[in-house]
């Protein structure tokens, strides 16, 4: 049934599970640790205790859930652009949304969501750090229609209309299952080793508690260091490490991207994906503030590039986490990369001149990643830790694979500029071209240290409502000629980036 959102609606009524399942997992993961040390030392009766209280919190929060949803309704007032959502137990709370703030509207489906058959709906809006509104319980067609109806209210004429438009719609890129392996194999490695780390330290620490705890093998341990780890085990333990980092590469990307796929939908892009998580989100050309896409060597070999679209968002200068405003796209090649861009930008986004960095931005990354840490370990292998001779020979693979690195970042790091483009390349092994319009630009900073005024050193930053771009070491006149262009840009275009 197609429901008239002008009045108050309120979630599916099988959404008080859902709720109940929110709050619950929250007040278990809070109260996990005392928990669990309450179990250890109980005796007695205690666990009959402990269960009677894990009943009656159990009823309190089903009984919470109940008004939660009781409470929670969302009307959408056409005559004054706003979405309003009334919710709240013991502190009531009214919510306005003006429509034309609204960044994005996703809608979600977690595994119990999917058990249920409800959906959620969630909004971004401008010039907020989180999702400014949610709503947990609602059916798939209403959420389709009321997302149109907040991002595409003049598109459409009825909601019948777009709920047939979007049946009939047939997506021009789809992910199979060869893409997601090829995905999973060449990309998102950073993500991986920092997910792998923590196992890393844990397994160290339970090594270390090993030593401290069976004294009488430290010393063979200690014998085994003083001899030195051979080429046979570095060999191995990295080999293992790639396998494991490859492996995890490849679930997370069947569980993020499972089948992805972007339909066409007139002015808009609608990009689906995810497994036990379903994300559905609608993508409008003219909120994007950058564009990005990436690709390495291997990428290269396969036509596979990695897109990044980022809307207007929250950003300070001291969290530069960015959750919400970044879409990925991932595995598209030329053309469809191409195609996504030219609806984006009306056509392809072209170079222009190109500004490189002096040579002391080379310089300055050699001293403080190769020479600073190369002559701080040999200080503390000769001199204080003792090591032997033998470790010293692992400065040289590490001083020529950092030296390459840094040469492959030196040479990556461009600006590129045109009357209506802005593209700033940069990367080591994943070369990052990022794409924005002069006139969506808020501010920019032109900065150079004192040390630099001699060598006519700047460093230019171009702050927009989804992120920053930074060109550094490039040449101050030149830049400053380009701020003054960009400035009489902004202030002349008569274009909208909301």
Not at 99 to 121: A, C, D, M, P
Request: charged share 20%.
């Amino acid at each position: 049934m197609i429901r008239d959102f002008s009045k108050p609606q309120k979630q599916a009524a099988i959404g008080i599970v859902i709720l109940f399942a929110d709050v619950f997992q929250k007040v278990i993961r809070a109260l996990i640790v005392p928990f669990v040390f309450i179990i250890a030392k109980s005796q007695g009766h205690t666990a009959i205790y402990i269960l009677i209280g894990l009943i009656t919190l159990a009823i309190l929060l089903a009984i919470f859930s109940y008004f939660s949803y009781h409470n929670f309704s969302f009307f959408l007032d056409e005559e004054k652009q706003e979405f309003i959502i009334n919710e709240g137990v013991f502190n009531k709370t009214n919510l306005t949304i003006q429509l034309n703030k609204i960044q994005n509207v996703h809608i979600k489906q977690s595994l119990i969501q999917q058990i249920i058959g409800v959906y959620s709906l969630e909004i971004d809006t401008a010039g907020s750090e989180k999702r400014e509104a949610k709503i947990r319980a609602i059916d798939h067609e209403n959420a389709t229609l009321l997302k149109q109806k907040l991002l595409s209210r003049d598109t459409f004429e009825t909601g019948q209309q777009t709920h047939s438009s979007i049946n009939e719609a047939l997506p021009f890129l789809k992910l199979n299952f060869t893409t997601l392996f090829k995905v999973g194999v060449t990309s998102n490695y950073g993500a991986s080793i920092v997910l792998l780390s923590g196992f890393a330290f844990a397994v160290i620490q339970m090594l270390n508690d090993y030593r401290k705890a069976y004294k009488a093998d430290a010393d063979q341990i200690h014998q085994v260091l003083e001899k030195g780890i051979g080429l046979f085990s570095i060999g191995f333990m990295t080999v293992l490490a790639l396998v494991v980092i490859l492996i995890t590469n490849i679930v997370r990307t069947f569980l993020k991207y499972y089948n992805f796929e972007i339909v066409r939908q007139n002015d808009t892009l609608a990009i689906s994906s995810g497994l036990f998580t379903k994300n559905n989100t609608l993508l409008k050309p003219n909120k994007v503030q950058i564009s990005t896409y990436s690709q390495n060597y291997f990428q290269q070999k396969f036509d596979m590039i990695n897109m990044k679209i980022k809307q207007a968002s929250y950003q300070d200068d001291h969290d530069k986490k960015d959750k919400k405003s970044g879409l990925e796209i991932p595995g598209c090649n030329a053309q469809e990369r191409n195609e996504v861009l030219k609806m984006i930008y009306g056509r392809m986004p072209v170079k222009g001149l190109e500004y490189a960095p002096d040579y002391r931005f080379l310089f300055l990354q050699v001293m403080i990643y190769v020479v600073f840490p190369s002559l701080l370990f040999s200080f503390l292998a000769l001199f204080t830790i003792h090591l032997p001779g033998l470790y010293l020979y692992y400065l040289i693979p590490y001083v020529i694979l950092v030296f390459i690195a840094l040469w492959f970042e030196y040479q990556h790091h461009r600006l590129y500029v045109d009357q209506d483009f802005i593209i700033k390349k940069r990367g080591i092994w994943d070369v990052e071209y990022e794409i924005i319009e002069p006139y969506k630009i808020q501010s920019i900073t032109l900065k150079q240290y004192f040390w630099h005024k001699k060598a006519n050193i700047g460093h230019l930053i171009l702050h927009t409502a989804g992120g920053k771009i930074y060109f550094g070491y490039g040449n101050y006149q030149a830049l400053q000629e380009l701020v003054n262009y960009w400035s009489y840009k902004v202030e002349s275009s008569e274009r909208n980036w909301m």
